[in-house]
């Protein structure tokens, strides 16, 4: 995630792309930056922190134009500063750009225009993409210079490869700004003699409603007075554009009533992006160390909350596929208790924001005791991520709703890479074992596509159980975390009173709190303990449980004899299983919490990120 704004009209672009870089500021805020066309001199000012900070750089420096680009920066390539931010320079300074998404292969892409004399000043991806321009330029001659420009954009889009939208304008070409979208967001706001590019429609909304959508491929092309699109075989299309009718809060968070609705529907993207370069930086975590990782003997994780819960489903993995033995800890307990020192520990801390007092305090322990490190984490140059020895960034973007949804599947998600690569780099799983896991992982993000349709099912359910005093969630094995994850989401948004168990141990003690109409959640997907699942619905059932199962299409016939309801989720393999399992459980905790009006994004007595012990 990343915001980007550009402006060409008539009056002093500056307040236009400020103002719209605040309404993008949930896309990202570690820097940020504008370049403005000033006198055919394109002039930058960039500052790390919030728009703010930009703001009082832009107010002291003073740039005045009639077009612009500006940018939200959420860091995935370099840490948060200032060269980091964008916009982008090459190396005449006349080509600037801006960019949301991943560019897969920069790394390739930035050795060979190095040798071509290309001098880079971030540990950006996005640079590459103004030094190809440039270098592109310099091949085609014929045309206008607005032609020119449009070559060798088109050139360069087919050179980058992974998700990218990006905005670029050329001192050469005044008024004239060149958008491109490929898999990540790019909007157009048409306006009166003036028109808007942007990542998202808040951006500009205050000016114009009228938006046109752009598909992946496309590029525009944007005047004060006209805008052009062509489509992905670079062919004029006619444009289409859309009246939009929210209201400035609803569209910051796209369309949705709360961010943490939206954050739920952001689960494919945000798995897609996690995997996008997870083969390649799993490669690289485990390849600098391979002779360490041969004499691995066990692994410990650390974390608080949902992210722990996304650990104890990781132990599950790590077991299986790498075969080492897993110890999860929360944070704040691991940090305070006796750890026997043993040679061949990995410790892994997985943390959404990376600034969690308990999982920094733990990871510090456990770099005293002298073993090796690696974050699971969300946030770039966080603190975390400064401390451990390497780092897995899941790309889901920045997460606003207390509540983490979009974090925790993520942060699963990576845990399943981290497992089979492991197992395949100490040989627990054949190259081949480990290539058929990486398929079906690469399919997740489809299903989770599917998952999300569910929506309407549990709001459904919702109307006839939210006023219950206690809430029950019940799962085994990979399950079983999603049980006290569903649990704990309920707790957090709705204040009602939820606890989640392995299913087994009902019968051990638990099963005595469960009394007529008490709602509880079975999650039985098709599996080996599909069979354990049911009788655990009929003893429920028999103390007078509201049963709800959550299942996959191959259970819904049996589920159906026991359960009251049933909900179904798309079938993958039973270790991804619970990466879609939860997200009925997710608008579940949201509706009950909306139909009992509670402050959803920022429920009562809880902080995003809890920076003090
Ligand atoms: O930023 P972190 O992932 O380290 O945060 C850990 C917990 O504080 C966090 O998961 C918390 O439990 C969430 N509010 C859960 O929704």
Not at 152 to 164: D, Y
Not at 176 to 189: D, F, R, T, Y
Not at 273 to 281: S, V
Not at 341 to 350: E, K, N, S, W, Y
């Amino acid at each position: 995630m990343c915001g980007i704004i550009g402006y060409v009209g008539s009056k002093n672009s500056v307040p236009y792309i400020i103002d719209g870089l605040k309404k993008l500021e949930y896309r990202g805020y570690d820097s940020a930056g504008i370049s403005i066309l000033q006198d055919g001199k394109l002039v930058t000012v960039r500052a790390v922190g919030k728009v703010a900070e930009l703001e009082k750089a832009a107010l002291l420096e003073n740039p005045q134009g009639t077009s612009g680009i500006g940018h939200t920066r959420w860091a995935t390539h370099g840490k948060p500063s200032e060269e980091n931010s964008h916009p982008h320079t090459d190396c005449s300074g006349e080509i600037v750009v801006v960019h949301n998404g991943i560019i897969e292969n920069y790394l390739v892409l930035r050795a060979k225009l190095e040798s071509l004399g290309h001098r880079f000043k971030s540990e950006t991806d996005t640079e590459v993409i103004a030094h190809l321009i440039e270098e592109n330029l310099k091949h085609v001659r014929n045309g206008s210079k607005e032609v020119c420009l449009l070559k060798a954009i088109q050139k360069t889009n087919k050179e980058i490869s992974g998700a990218f939208a990006y905005g670029v304008l050329w001192a050469q070409t005044p008024g004239i700004l060149i958008g491109v979208k490929n898999q990540s967001p790019m909007v157009v706001g048409i306006g009166k003699g003036e028109n808007f590019l942007a990542s998202d429609v808040p951006a500009f909304l205050k000016h114009t409603n009228k938006v046109l959508f752009l598909e992946d491929g496309e590029i525009v092309l944007i005047h004060a007075k006209e805008v052009k699109v062509l489509d992905k075989d670079g062919k004029e299309k006619k444009i289409k554009t859309t009246k939009i009718d929210w209201d400035q809060q609803k569209a910051e968070k796209g369309g949705y009533e709360h961010f943490m609705l939206k954050e739920i529907y952001d689960q494919p993207q945000a798995i897609e992006d996690t995997l996008r370069t997870a083969r390649t930086d799993f490669g690289k975590i485990l390849g600098l160390d391979t002779i360490g990782l041969r004499h691995l003997k066990e692994v410990h994780i650390i974390a608080c909350g949902t992210a722990y819960h996304a650990g104890l489903v990781g132990k599950y993995y790590i077991e299986q596929f790498a075969g080492i033995p897993v110890s999860v800890d929360l944070a704040s307990e691991y940090k305070y208790r006796t750890v026997p020192h043993h040679q061949g520990t990995l410790a892994v801390a997985i943390s959404q924001s990376g600034e969690t007092a308990d999982t920094i305090g733990a990871i510090k322990k456990a770099k005293e005791l002298g073993f090796r490190t690696l974050a699971i984490c969300n946030v770039l140059g966080s603190t975390l991520t400064r401390i451990c020895d390497s780092t897995f960034f899941t790309h889901c973007g920045p997460e606003i709703s207390v509540a983490s949804t979009k974090a925790f599947t993520s942060q699963i998600t990576g845990l399943y890479a981290l497992a089979i690569s492991l197992g395949n780099a100490n040989g627990n799983i054949s190259q081949s074992v480990f290539e058929k896991l990486y398929k079906e992982l690469m399919r997740l993000s489809k299903a989770m596509s599917e998952s999300v349709k569910m929506e309407y099912d549990v709001r459904h359910l919702t109307r006839k159980i939210y006023k219950a005093d206690r809430f029950i969630f019940l799962g085994r094995n990979v399950n079983f975390p999603i049980a006290l994850e569903g649990a704990l989401k309920l707790k957090e948004v709705s204040y009602r009173s939820a606890e989640g168990f392995a299913a087994g141990e009902i019968k051990h003690g638990p099963i005595s709190i469960i009394d007529k109409n008490t709602p509880v959640f079975m999650l039985m997907p098709q599996d080996s303990l599909f069979e354990k699942m049911l009788s655990a619905c009929q003893e429920c059932r028999a103390r007078g449980a509201f049963v709800v199962a959550i299942t996959t299409e191959g259970g819904v016939a049996e589920a159906k004899k026991v359960a009251h309801k049933v909900i179904i989720v798309p079938q993958v393999n039973d270790f991804l299983q619970p990466i879609l399992n939860v997200v009925p459980l997710q608008f579940l905790a949201y509706w009950i919490a909306k139909r009992l009006d509670c402050n959803i994004d920022q429920p009562r007595n809880l902080a995003k990120s809890v920076t003090v012990e």
